[in-house]
């Protein structure tokens, strides 16, 4: 007899094991298969793990009741990834398999059922479970959704298992190897109409036909387009912008003006060929035999470049040496979102022979791309956020996790709290491939496995082009408010730099870490502030929408128009976010094109990416934004940088702040002054004197970690120890207090001190659950051993009937 063990998509420890019927030959570890599973009979598309002849010793053994694949859609070195994963970050192998799985590889509405081996008439009529069987005698093939129709059921899937256990059903699920990309149409100019003259001659002739002449108009808008370099536009774009419809583009068509072509969302235009691989400076040439030196001793390379020193150059180079060994390449980035540039440089080097996935793709896209992983045919490059690390790679030989120090890289929720950047490193090591963290800030982590020698390290800092840095300015918010030298929330040294920016029609970016209008709304009698009736959190005011809103749960208010404790009608704003900034800019610069990028402009599927080619295009003059406008930017035109608030950066109360409060400005004021004259950026503070704004003026990474490293290795904080946070929530604040006090006194008996808390966190309830938090110091060189007591203990207490119901949530090395 033989068994497997199947991983199930639920919070639940282990895999469970199922009896194989005999006719199942043809099962392999990485398959699908339908099995049973609780009282409720509820069925589930489980993986198996591990085939063996080990029976269990349960009384009843359930059986595997439909095989789902011909072929393992998922690989041993995933399976090895999620088993390291689900160990690490003390979550279930079932946590780990939700998030890695595209939802269509788990069972759907079109799931399909087809007759099974009993004959109808064997298997007794049950109301309406023979119109079912009918159903089946006549179309050979039902969908799940069909059945549950034809049951008369939401949800049909017990009594599907009862009938395929008498063998009148079977599941099918038919996943398609032949990979169908998905299609857009595009527009471009004519080959007849590709000069100056004749597309002159097109405006005059569209003169009585304005909405013809309007599209034309917006598709040079567009494209940005010369006559002799005509670029694409997309159809769905054109028509939009032109607020127009396809009959009039059909008309320009057949007047011999556009032509209309179709490919692969995402690939690169036919016309436009690979470009060559450009010439690397003298810097990035030592740079380049630097990194291949040590990957010759080391599997995992640290490169530290200054911003703008040509690291994607680097990164490219290495990925064709790593093409021409018929290997892959898995390019991670922070946000993918944020990202479109680097991948459009990419597709230009490297064409079609690059994917990209990340988690806002559609479920149909992200399976069939993962069908094609695992088809003959797989891409040569996937690019993606950290989701693409769980993709059926065949032959990884490079990984290049690009601006590794971004927090983005960690997953908060749901479970596993996995951190990209080092899982990177594990599936490297999984397929015995190399591994290239890049930033020009790393992480202390990461600086500290490099200069203990666990990382390669190579340095790169010139800029490209011999540009100088951003010379960096502060200046003093108390000074100027004492002297009057104030405009809203503007130093007149930052407006007159702003000014000078628009009048050498340059570019300008201004960077403040908080969205909506303003944080706080206050009684100016009695002080009472607004706060949301499910969190302990004040309301932030937004204007345009103009309500009061909780960035915890996402509920929103009517704004008051009095006190609700004393009742008093004078209310004041405290405070200021990206909409207000937004508004004040527009009141100062009143000619110039202003956008604002953060979480609430951008929500829209294209939002992002139109706010970014409008800047990129010169449609935008300064641009206002969160942490969004530090990442990946890369714009020839930028020349000043504005930091509205650096105090508000360096005072969070958390022991990484000073090391991401460095990060961010170094990083935001790397996006100015990249092509020729070096950049300006302002920095407004009340203490100017910080050793952090020191650090930033002088673009010291070294000082950086030198000053940090000091104060993590005497309290006792990573890269020197590992941290788990444990967050208990509850609906009863005396039942939370009750099991975070249990769990701590249940730990401290053999982690002692290394158990701080529980402590009642700054934001002390969400969406009406009371929290309480603890913080647990691991010893790296005992963090196996202390983490499975660690393991044990939280089951032996949320196992006692008086703690069960309190929530859990586990996150291995909080960020």
Known sequence: MRYVDVILPLAVPGSFTYELAQEMVAVLPGMRVAVPFGRGRKLYSGLVQRIHAERPPYRTIRKVLSVLDVAPVVLPEQLGLWDRMAEHYLCTLGEVMIAALPSHLSLSSETRLVAGPAVATDVPGEGRTVLLLQALEDRHVVTLQQAGELLGLKDPLPAIKRLMERGALILEEQLKEDWKPRMATYVRLAQEARSEAVLHTWFDRLERAPKQLGMLMRYVELSRCLASDPKEVERA????????????????????????????????????????????????????????????????????????????????????????????????????????????RLRDRFGDRIAVFHSRMSQNDRTALWMRCLGKDPPAIVVGARSALFLPYKGLGLIVVDEEHDTSYKQHDPAPRYNARDMAVLLGDLHGAKVLLGSATPSMESQHNARSGKYGHVELLVRFGDVRLPVITRVDLRDATKRKRMRGHFTSTLIDAIQEALDRREQVIIFQNRRGYVPVWQCETCSWVPECDQCDVSLTYHKLQHQLRCHYCGKHYAPPTHCASCGGPRLRMLGFGTEKIEEEINEFFPNAKVARMDQDTTRGRHALERILTAF???????????????????????????????DKLMRFPDFRAHERAFQLMAQVAGRSGRRKNAGSVIIQAQDVGHPILELVVRHDVDGMYDREIEHRRAHGYPPFTRLVQ?????????????????????????????????????????????LRRLLIKIGRKRHHTEKAFLRDTIDRVFGDPAHSRVQLVTDVDPM
């Open 237 to 344: 774009k054109l028509v939009h912008a032109s607020q127009a419809t396809t009959a009039v583009l059909k008309q320009l068509v057949d007047k011999g003006l556009f032509e209309l072509y179709q490919r692969e969302v995402g690939s690169p235009d036919p016309e436009t060929g690979q470009k060559a691989m450009p010439r690397l400076s003298p810097a990035q040439t030592e740079a380049l035999e630097g990194i291949r030196k040590c990957f010759e001793k080391q599997d995992v390379v640290l490169l530290r470049g200054v911003t703008s020193s040509g690291k994607t150059e680097l990164y490219t180079t290495l990925i064709e040496e790593c093409l021409n060994t018929g290997l892959q390449v898995l390019y991670l980035l922070p946000e993918i979102a944020l990202t479109t540039q680097i991948i459009g």
């Open 616 to 646: 990129g295009q010169g449609g935008v003059d300064i641009l206002v934004g969160t942490q969004m406008v530090t990442k990946g930017l890369d714009f020839d035109h930028v020349s000043t940088v504005g930091i509205l608030n650096a």
């Open 726 to 770: 444990l967050t208990l929530k509850h609906r009863h604040e005396e039942q939370v207090a009750a099991t975070a006090s249990a769990l701590a006194e249940a730990l401290r008996s053999e982690l002692g001190e290394e158990v701080l808390g529980p402590e009642i966190p700054a934001v002390s309830r969400v969406r009406d659950k009371h």
